[in-house]
């Protein structure tokens, strides 16, 4: 196998796990309700750790605004050591823990001191049977999401999609299940086209720092995709809120510094006004959204997420074009995307020392 054919592999094929996460929802969609049901309208705390507390950040939110409940995003690891800064005393809220392996040791460890001040834990994973499963009393698993590649691609794509449809579950929102039913076959189109545009970006050399801009849940995206970039091409990378990009990080700006915009539909206006700040500083562009017309003059690069779908179903059409830059940059720089330096698959401690569980 040649380097990066793993990640190329996992990125391209990433509709089964979409389709997979789908399926695990809607063949337990009895027991989720009945957990839904019994944790009532209780707060929620979506955790991981790593790629999966992004992925928490995109959740938390995206949860939130479908459902109405109270929902918020914490590292597994200050749940575990630092609780009292998170939860006041004999709070125990409702826990979604999510864990491509089930088996990250913060996770597991955060997903049981909760159980045992009184939470109900629900995990979202690719894998069963694993200690994060037996931690919690329900487990979504999405078998087709599992990975050989050390970087989170179509995992991470999976379990995004599974929050949604839990989310639909919750809200009884039958409409948003039929919109993520449409989602798979998508896929193959937007990779294809996603492909070359995130290629001329990602071998671009005289590009030296990237910022990926998002907001409300897109933010969350935009961390994950810091952290593709970082792992698999060791390229300095940052994310931040849109209208926060403006406050003190934008002295950062000239023309080696490229800012990926996730383009929203609610926020268009004030985000469109973040871009042309940039530009007129020397930024270069990559806009990504769905039907971004007008910007051409602005950007230097668009990609349209060209659906029909609404703004809430769109979310992991983004993925394939930020996993693809970080892929392509990865090869451009002699680097092996499917073995990051210094990543492992899954993080399992022994006492406060990590374990290299290869």
């Known amino acids: 196998m040649t380097e990066g054919s793993f990640s190329r592999k996992e990125i391209v094929t990433q509709a089964a796990s979409w389709q997979g996460a789908l399926d695990a929802v809607e063949s337990h969609r009895e027991v989720l309700e009945r957990w839904l049901e019994v944790n009532g309208r209780q707060e929620l705390i979506f955790t991981g750790c790593g790629s999966t507390h992004y992925l928490a950040l995109f959740a938390a939110p995206f949860f939130q605004a479908i459902t109405g409940w109270s929902c918020r995003a914490a590292p597994s690891s200050e749940l575990v050591w630092q609780t009292d800064t998170l939860l006041a005393r004999g709070y125990a809220p409702g826990i979604i823990a999510l864990s491509r392996s089930g088996e990250t040791s913060e996770t597991v460890l955060a997903v049981k001191k909760l159980v045992e001040r009184g939470s109900r834990a629900l995990a979202i994973s690719c894998y069963n049977n694993m200690p994060l499963s037996a931690a919690a009393q329900r487990t ?204 492992v698959m899954s993080i399992v401690l022994s006492g406060a020392d990590m374990v290299d569980d290869e």
């Open 140 to 343: 979504i698993a999405i078998p087709e999401g599992r990975e050989q590649s050390f970087a989170q691609t179509r995992s991470f794509a999976g379990m995004l999609v599974a929050v949604q449809g839990l989310a639909s579950v919750a809200a009884h929102d039958v409409t948003l299940w039929n919109e993520l039913c449409l989602l798979p076959e998508l896929a193959e189109g937007v990779i294809a086209r996603a492909d070359p545009v995130a290629r001329s970006f990602g071998e671009d050399e005289s590009i030296r720092r990237i910022t990926f801009l998002g907001s409300g849940p897109l933010y969350g995206l935009a961390n994950e995709a810091t952290v593709k970039m970082k792992e698999m091409s060791l390229t300095q990378a940052e994310a931040y809120h849109f209208m926060e990009f403006r406050h003190g990080p934008m002295s950062m700006v000239d023309d080696e510094h490229l800012v990926v915009a996730l383009l929203s539909e609610e926020m268009r206006p004030y985000e469109v006004s973040v871009l042309r700040d940039l530009k007129a500083l020397g930024a270069r562009i990559l806009v990504i959204g769905n039907d971004p017309a007008g910007l051409g003059s602005l950007a230097d690069g668009i990609f349209d997420l060209e659906t029909t779908l609404p703004e809430r179903a769109q979310p992991v059409l983004y993925l394939p074009m930020l996993q693809l830059m970080a892929y392509h940059r990865s090869l451009a720089k002699g680097l092996n995307p499917d073995r990051p330096r210094n990543v």
